[in-house]
């Protein structure tokens, strides 16, 4: 079984200042790992994955997030936050199985301030 | 590509109607759809999972005889929530995921209010 876990549900941050986003995840198999993001009353857009290649993994919108096995992390980071990234960020796992069913994380909230 | 289209987004119905929410795959393939249940400021949960042409797998707690997920075709699935109870209200997102591909993409989701 997969799972994850968000440290902190809430994250506040400058304009400009970096991102961070904590994940921890769990899997008995070598994991596929993402960050989504979700704008309110949206659905869900891909971040970046993780797919057991480069354990650096460069997204869109200037995330990236770096696999470290030794410590189950996936933390996604970004270096200068801007206002439009105020939104719900959700990590997730999967066992890499058919269809790719995910496990989600609690999900973390980004406000930016001014 | 990899475009997935929920209808409707937003949806009111009474109590005791049933309310179908579809999801469809608009550029390819999809063996395997998802659904998905997110309440307010939580996280999504899996309701089940919906393979081409075979029945449903329900997650422990959702109650199949209840959420009604047809899929039909390689392109478009179905979730009917029947006999809808205010408690039902919630938002519902699909995801559908093609062979070889790793990831699964997400439709935008369905409000649903029961009032």
């Known amino acids: 079984a997969q799972s994850v876990t968000q440290l902190g549900s809430h994250v506040s941050v400058s304009e400009g200042a970096l991102v961070l986003l904590r994940c921890n995840y769990s899997s008995s198999v070598p994991p596929y790992l993402f960050w989504y993001v979700q704008y309110p009353n949206q659905g869900l857009q891909l971040l970046l994955k993780?797919?057991?290649?480069?354990?650096l993994v460069k997204g869109i919108n200037g995330f990236e997030a770096e696999f470290k096995k030794s410590e189950t992390s996936f933390h996604l980071t970004k270096p200068s936050a801007h206002m439009s990234d105020a939104a719900e960020y959700f990590c997730a796992v999967s066992d890499g199985g058919r269809g790719y069913k995910l496990s989600f994380g609690a999900g973390t909230t980004v406000t930016v301030r001014a | 590509g990899a475009v997935v289209s929920q209808h409707p987004s937003r949806v009111i119905c009474k109590s005791g109607t049933s309310v179908k929410i579809e999801c469809r795959s608009l550029?390819?393939?999809?063996?395997?759809m998802f659904w998905y249940r997110q309440f307010p400021k939580q996280s999504l949960m899996l309701m089940a999972t919906s393979n081409e042409g075979s029945k449903a797998t329900y997650e422990q707690g959702v109650e199949k005889d209840k959420f009604l997920i047809n899929h039909a075709s390689l392109t478009l699935s179905t979730l009917t929530v029947t006999s809808a109870h205010p408690e039902d209200s919630s938002f519902y997102i699909c995801?559908?995921?093609?062979?070889?591909?790793?990831?699964?993409?997400f439709g935008q989701g369905t409000r649903l209010t029961v009032v």
């Open positions: 993780y797919t057991s290649a480069a354990t």
């Open positions: 550029d390819f393939q999809a063996t395997t």
């Open positions: 995801s559908a995921s093609r062979e070889g591909n790793t990831e699964a993409f």
